[in-house]
Structure formats: structure tokens, C-alpha cells
């Protein structure tokens, strides 16, 4: 089956697929620097928690190898702002700071260990590579403790894009169904479009188009009509941050969608990594909320839609846990309550 690739690291740097421009054009790019690919960030060429993570691991290495320093204390001058760089990116994803954290203990031990430049460069690229492919083994992982959750026939909607895109394995809430959907299971997939950004129409209908999964397409005010009309068997999404009492920041209107799920008796699951938990925060009250351009309500894909009114984009919103039926991880399902079961696989891991 078609997983998207967006993210390598390669000699000549990192290569993204630019997700802003499909579905309708394939394009990467290769960045040179840790600028670039915080700017890469920045601008949504690659999203998505997980990926964001991967990119900032790859970008504090790209930092470290391409770094004029000729000395090791001269590169531990810069390494902090190479960090720092890539931490002021996006707020909301705790994966981007959870690898950031990841890179800089890395940096520590070796330092510790008196490791010569040479060395450290080499090592923390091999750090960076590590953190993607354990993207992949924790998506599969998760895929498979979720696919149990999937009904045998029939209807799953999901929000946004947390597919192989999102991810650089095979995505968390994607990999759940695509996981079902490998096992047999007759899935067919609500695709709601998730505006502003468009990340369900352009880009999940492209993932799971491209994968043979079935879907259909619907806007955002379309998602309460379909859940009463009964048919949809479960809804599964990704997180960008789950607090310690499970309550959950992901991607704009999940929690709409989480709300009707419980007033329609369909369960509401959340598929995502260890590293997306922030056991610091007690509540979803304290993660911060990316407030993106007003430019991309007023216009679509750089085209006006709106007069040249005062816009609002919040780009995450805070699902309650008592409206999350479980959590989907790499060491097993979450239940309420949640404070007990998310740190028990938080010790496991
Ligand atoms: O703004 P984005 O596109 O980075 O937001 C992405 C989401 O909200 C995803 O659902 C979330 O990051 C999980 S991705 C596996």
C-alpha cells in the first residue's frame, strides 16, 4: 500500500515534500541549513506533530554538521540557538519540543563523554535518523492496538491529517485504519475537508486515495449530520498534546466532532505517540493554542473568499477527555482515568 514519504534525510540535507502544494503537485524541497527548515515549520511545508518532531531532530543536526565552528566549545556556543531556532516554530505539538529535548541529551552525553567534533557530528545526525524510524515502529504499534477498535464493516470519520504525511511512518490515526483496513476490514472513510488549512481534503483524500482506502469527502458543517444518521462505527484522530488527565489538543474542530460523537453514541478515539503526552500539564486548559494568519480564513490557497473583515484562526481547540473513549499508543490502549492509565504507559515506554 502507498505511504507518502515526507521527510528524508539525505547527503546533500533534508528533503521535504511540500504539503502546501498537494494534491495538486508533487514537490520537494532540500534544505541546507536549520534556517530553512525551521522556516519549513514555520510555514506548514511539512506538519503534523509527529513530523514536526522528526524535522526539528533533523534540523538541530543539520545545525550541528553544517555549524562553521572549528571547535567543540565554539559548536556548544551555538547549539543553544540552534535549538531555540527550531522551539520557536509552532507552540502547540509538544512532539517538536519532546525531539528538540531528545537532540540536546543526546548533545549532553557526548559531551560528557568528551567525544571530539567529528564525532558529535556524526552521532547526532545518527540520533536524527533514529527518531524517524522509530516513527515508523511506533505507528505500526499503534495501528495495531487501534485496528481492534475499527468495525468490521462500515463507516470511520477522522479530522484533519494524521496519516504517513503527518507522521513519516504510517501515520497514527490513518495507521489505525490503515491497519484494519489490511486485516480486512471493509472500512470506508469520512473524510471531513478541515478548514481552514484543508489538510482532510487535500491531503488525507489524497493519502488514502492513494492508498485504495475508500472515502468520501464532506465539509466541516456537514460531520453532525452524518454521525445521527447512524452509520459511522467509530472516529479516530490524532493529538498534538494530551495532558495529564487526557484531555486532548488537536487539530481545529475535533472537539465539534468529539461533542456530537457522544450525543450520538459513536466512539471518539485518539491514536498517537508517547511523545505526545505532556504529563507536566494537568489539564488541557495549559497548552498553548497556535493562533495562525487571519489570511488563511479570509483566503483559500492564496485566493480571497471573505471581504477585508477581522478573521480568527485558532488552529487547535482542547477536547475534553470525558468525550475520549480511549487512546490509542505504542504501548497500549488508555482508558479513563486517564491521570492513572496515560502515566502507567508513560513508565513503559
Ligand atoms: O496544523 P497541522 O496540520 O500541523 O495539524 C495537524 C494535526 O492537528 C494532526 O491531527 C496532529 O498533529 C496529529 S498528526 C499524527
Wanted: glycine share 10%.
Amino acid at each position: 500500500m502507498y505511504v507518502a514519504r515526507p521527510i528524508e534525510w539525505t547527503d546533500g540535507g533534508v528533503v521535504m515534500l511540500d504539503q502546501r502544494r498537494l494534491p495538486t503537485e508533487e514537490i520537494s524541497f532540500t534544505y541546507t541549513d536549520y534556517q530553512g527548515v525551521a522556516n519549513a515549520i514555520r510555514n506548514m511545508v511539512i506538519r503534523g506533530a509527529p513530523a514536526i518532531g522528526v524535522a526539528a531532530a533533523m534540523g538541530v543536526a543539520l545545525g550541528v554538521v553544517k555549524s562553521p565552528a572549528q571547535s567543540v566549545e565554539a559548536l556548544s556556543t551555538e547549539f543553544p540557538i540552534i535549538c531555540e531556532t527550531l522551539a520557536k516554530t509552532r507552540p502547540t505539538a509538544v512532539d517538536l519540543f519532546w525531539a528538540i529535548e531528545r537532540m540536546k541529551r543526546r548533545y549532553a552525553e557526548l559531551i560528557a563523554q568528551n567525544a571530539e567534533l567529528g564525532e558529535i557530528r556524526q552521532e547526532m545526525v545518527e540520533e536524527a535518523k533514529l527518531v524517524h524510524l522509530e516513527k515508523k515502529s511506533t505507528d505500526e504499534a499503534i495501528g495495531k492496538y487501534g485496528a481492534e477498535f475499527m468495525p468490521q464493516d462500515g463507516q470511520v470519520m477522522t479530522q484533519c491529517n494524521a496519516g504517513a504525511l503527518a507522521t513519516g511512518g504510517i501515520g497514527t490515526a490513518l495507521g489505525v485504519i490503515r491497519v484494519a483496513f489490511g486485516q480486512g476490514k471493509r472500512i470506508h472513510v469520512l473524510v471531513p475537508e478541515t478548514r481552514p488549512y484543508l489538510q482532510g481534503a487535500r491531503l488525507t483524500a489524497w493519502e488514502l486515495q492513494k492508498g485504495g482506502i475508500p472515502l468520501t469527502l464532506i465539509t466541516d458543517n456537514m460531520v453532525g449530520h452524518f454521525l445521527k444518521a447512524g452509520k459511522v462505527g467509530a472516529i479516530v484522530t490524532g493529538a498534538d498534546r494530551i495532558a495529564a488527565n487526557g484531555d486532548t489538543a488537536n487539530k481545529i474542530g475535533t472537539y465539534q466532532i468529539a461533542v456530537l460523537a457522544k450525543e450520538n453514541s459513536v466512539p471518539f478515539y485518539i491514536a498517537a505517540p508517547i511523545s505526545t503526552f505532556d504529563l507536566s500539564l494537568a489539564t488541557g486548559e495549559q497548552i498553548p493554542i497556535e493562533e495562525r494568519s487571519a489570511g488563511e480564513v479570509t483566503h483559500i490557497q492564496g485566493v480571497r473568499i471573505a471581504p477585508d473583515v477581522h478573521a480568527a484562526h485558532p488552529a487547535f481547540d482542547v477536547t475534553p477527555s470525558r468525550y475520549i473513549a480511549a487512546i490509542f499508543t505504542e504501548q497500549g490502549v488508555a482508558r479513563a482515568p486517564y491521570t492513572e492509565s496515560l502515566g502507567a504507559l508513560r513508565q513503559k515506554s
